[in-house]
């Protein structure tokens, strides 16, 4: 690592995803109805009651990342009232998160299909002024079909948006950091005395996420993200870790950089494994938003090959129970023995989410973070203070 990029990675230390913690927490979604696919009534809902409710919880605990959604409408064309489309904007939820919280990053999700990277950059950089250098943005190079063709922005081919990514990126790098006025010509945009004021307090930038799984993701994610967000694909131990390696190792060996990879996990914690089975079972299948399931595997496995029935069946339960991601479900010393095989893999964050986001972060604070804590993953919040 040369002496810039040193200078570039200390920078952005003072964001709480940079902290002490062995295993870093957060939680995501709660700006729509947070990631599971289900009908029962105590699913979380996008109010902004509900939402300052679980933030200032999450924040409160010391966990280290809030993180929004996009989307610009639900999963079932011609459904606009349906839950899953009933999304708060992230760049104006963000602003109003950061204002309610003292600790938790605060980060943005945008596709870069569908927003100006100067609009972005000042969007950016308002939050994160207003939440005193905690923001952090999500950066994401497609999305789904019908949500971009509302724009007049078709769904470009898989490399062709990773050339727009790119250079959206550069161009909102720039004006972040930039001392004077630039010009940029590529591809896809011209920019003429590009420059914006204020830029970001964090310097040279707030941190970024992204979530690239194809050899083009990936190479986006080791060069330009501090944060790469995978979904685990396995749950053998061995597997795990050569998948999260496999990030590490890339961004040392081609770019000379650290980051740190993230994933994905709905939880459900009771009293008891066999009760946290049961809940699972009662809203990820008995109570499943099989609509909605079915319209986003149709999208999702489009251009895949075919699953066999078991896989099939274990991808349905996923996305049910939050999106696609893994699932941790137990008692108390059970969810912390899972949160700690991902942290024994070399996973660095988890965003967590639960059908009741008030219920469950009340469940992982009073039982789950002092097991964390007692295994040296994490320090009691304020003691590194």
């Known amino acids: 690592m040369n002496g810039k990029q040193h200078e570039a990675q200390e920078a952005t230390r003072t964001n709480p995803i940079f902290g002490p913690n062995t295993l870093k927490l957060g939680i995501f979604g709660i700006n729509g109805k947070g990631t599971a696919n289900t009908l029962v009534p105590e699913q979380h809902r996008p109010t902004w009651d509900s939402n300052l409710r679980a933030a200032r919880l ?92 509302m724009f007049g922005a078709p769904l470009k081919e898989h490399e062709e948006r990773y050339k727009h990514l790119a250079e959206w990126m550069e161009i909102v790098l720039r004006l972040w950091s930039e001392a004077e006025e630039f010009d940029f010509g590529g591809d896809f945009f011209a920019i003429r005395h590009g420059g914006s004021r204020p830029q970001p307090l964090q310097q040279p930038r707030p941190p970024i996420m992204n979530a690239g799984s194809s050899g083009l993701g990936m190479e986006f994610a080791i060069r330009r993200a501090d944060m790469c967000f995978v979904q685990i694909s396995s749950e053998d131990g061995e597997k795990r870790r050569a998948q999260v390696d496999a990030y590490k190792q890339a961004a040392r060996e081609r770019h000379g950089r650290e980051v740190q990879v993230w994933t994905m996990a709905s939880v459900v914690q009771r009293g008891t494994a066999a009760e946290a089975e049961e809940y699972l079972r009662f809203y990820a299948v008995d109570q499943a938003d099989n609509e909605t399931i079915d319209a986003w595997l149709a999208s999702q496995l ?10 099939m069946e274990a991808l349905r339960l996923r996305v049910a129970a939050g999106a ?31 059908v009741d986001f008030a219920d469950g972060l009340g469940r992982l604070q009073e039982h789950v973070l002092p097991r964390l804590e007692a295994r040296g993953l994490r320090v009691p919040f304020g003691a590194d203070r």
């Not at 809030?66 to 009933?86: D, M, N, P, Q, T």
């Not at 980060?107 to 952090?136: E, L």
């Not at 696609?324 to 942290?343: E, K, T, V």
Request: charged share 15%.
């Open 58 to 149: 999450a924040d409160e605990m010391g966990l280290e990342a809030i993180v929004a959604y996009s989307r610009w409408k639900g999963h079932e064309l011609g459904k606009l009232g349906h839950s899953s489309g009933i999304v708060l904007d992230p760049f104006t939820w963000a602003a109003g998160i950061a204002q309610a919280t003292r600790h938790a990053a605060v980060f943005a999700t945008t596709h870069a299909a569908t927003y100006h990277p100067i609009t972005v950059a000042k969007q950016c950089a308002t939050v994160d002024i207003i939440s005193g250098g905690r923001f952090g943005l999500n950066v994401v190079a497609g999305w789904n079909r019908p949500e971009l063709e």
């Open 302 to 311: 489009a251009n895949s090959k075919s699953l066999d029935r078991p896989a």
């Open 324 to 354: 696609g991601g893994s699932i941790i479900a137990g008692d108390a010393d059970g969810i912390a023995d899972q949160l700690q095989a991902f942290a024994e893999c070399g996973v660095d964050g988890l965003l967590l989410s639960w």
